[in-house]
């Protein structure tokens, strides 16, 4: 919702008139506010609790009520404002350190979120949200022990939590422990089967583990639900795009792009997806884009994104096996129109590139074995050699740049 259909936080300043409502207790007015806000009736529900606020000053569920409703339609420093007001009234409130902390992380600032759901847990240690909120927080930090801690908090005071579940699942991804993440988000879907952040991230732990099907179709699911998912669009996007569907990949980033125009994830995965197509131009153009959204470019990258550009330069990739038969039967089924970058992952011997997808990375006239180098040079951009022996073994080529 835009903040101008909002009435905001400086009505209740000017806000003078009177009427039966003050009749009514601030308890009975408040439980009216919230009957509105559930019948979506918005701006009838921040008048109620604006009258509240008129009628009896240090009643802190309206501020924290109100401040809610400015929280939850981005709002942020009325939300701020109303919650720091209550905490003057109430300063052991937990609800309203727990809000606060959340109107915080919604800013970015991670270190004054930590406060105040610290605060909330000191005047309310049985406090499961708050406990789930500051994991949320120490993963965003990059402390995933802390969040992992929190979080299982949080679910041994709410076993039910899907959110918890959810926290806990993405902090054990980021410490590398794929497995135990996706029995996290499993637990979480099965409380709730819809819970679209459970089935992105799980989307995007099956393809950490290279369950390209499986990360796709958890996606799937999460667009059927929600189709302006942007999460689940990016992740459809980068799932298609480590299968070597280039141009589907490409077409979800545009989705997301309809969608919310600025999105600086979106532009850094089409300049991943448009340096695979080799198209280099448009590839530096939405990582540039990307930085001037605020999202920092990894920095090899960007050097390989200059190397492309510059003429200088050759890029390929390899597929190296220790026999001559091996190499023609990989060969006959590139040939075929089999992926040659999967192919170098599970069947070279050369684990150095496999892992890349056989990628020897840029390099200038030169710097490679002159036969390797030669059999390179004199493919067009996008053609495959034939069979290339060296000491190592069998190659074979694929021009990239």
């Known amino acids: 919702m835009k903040r101008t259909c909002l009435l ?18 601030p308890d009975e007015m408040n439980k009216r506010a919230m009957q509105l806000l559930r019948e979506g009736n918005v701006n009838d529900a921040i008048s109620q609790l604006i009258k509240i606020i008129q009628k009896d000053s240090t009643y802190v569920t309206a501020y924290t009520n109100l401040g809610f409703i400015y929280y939850s339609n981005g709002i942020l420093d009325d939300a701020i404002e109303l919650y720091l007001q209550a905490l003057m009234i109430e300063p052991d409130n937990p609800l309203a350190h727990n809000n606060l902390g959340a109107a915080y992380m919604a800013q970015g600032k991670e270190s004054a979120a930590i406060v105040e ?41 709410k076993p039910d939590y899907p959110m918890a579940h959810n926290y806990l699942g993405v902090s054990l991804h980021a410490r590398g422990e794929l497995d135990k993440a996706v029995a996290e988000f499993k637990k979480a879907l099965a409380i709730n089967p819809n819970f679209v952040p459970a089935l ?11 369950m390209l099907d499986e990360s796709i179709a958890k996606h799937e699911r999460a667009v059927e639900l929600d189709s302006t998912n942007v999460d689940a669009l990016n992740g459809l996007g980068m799932a298609q795009l480590a299968k070597g569907q280039i141009d589907k990949s490409i077409q979800f980033f545009e ?31 939405h990582a540039k884009t990307a930085e001037k959204r605020g999202l920092k470019m990894n920095e090899e990258y960007m050097n390989d994104l200059e190397k492309a550009l ?24 590139v040939q075929n129109g089999a992926n040659f970058r999967e192919l170098a992952a599970k069947k070279s011997i050369d684990s150095r590139t496999a892992r890349k997808g056989g990628d020897l990375g840029y390099f200038q006239k030169g710097d490679l074995q002159p036969k390797i180098e030669n059999a390179i040079v004199a493919l067009d951009v996008g053609e495959v050699s034939g069979i290339v022996k060296s000491a190592n073994g069998y190659h074979i080529f694929k021009r990239v740049k």
């Not at 003429?311 to 096996?321: E, M, N, P, Q």
């Open 117 to 157: 759901y610290k605060l909330a847990l000191k005047f309310k240690p049985d406090y499961p949200e708050a406990h789930n909120n500051l994991a949320y927080a120490y993963y965003s930090r990059g402390l995933y022990d802390q969040a992992i801690a929190e979080a299982k908090r949080a679910l041994e005071l």
């Open 200 to 210: 992105n991230n799980l989307g995007l732990t099956y393809r950490a583990k290279g």
């Open 8 to 25: 905001f936080l400086s009505c209740f300043i000017c806000f003078s008139l009177v009427d039966q409502s003050f009749a009514q207790t």
């Open 255 to 285: 989705r997301v792009l309809e969608l919310a125009p600025n999105d600086p994830i979106a532009h850094n995965n089409l300049s991943f997806a448009y340096y695979e197509k080799y198209d280099y131009a448009m590839a530096m153009q």
């Open 310 to 333: 510059d003429t200088k330069y050759l890029r390929a990739r390899h597929i190296l096996v220790k026999t001559q038969s091996e190499a023609q039967e990989i060969l006959t089924q």
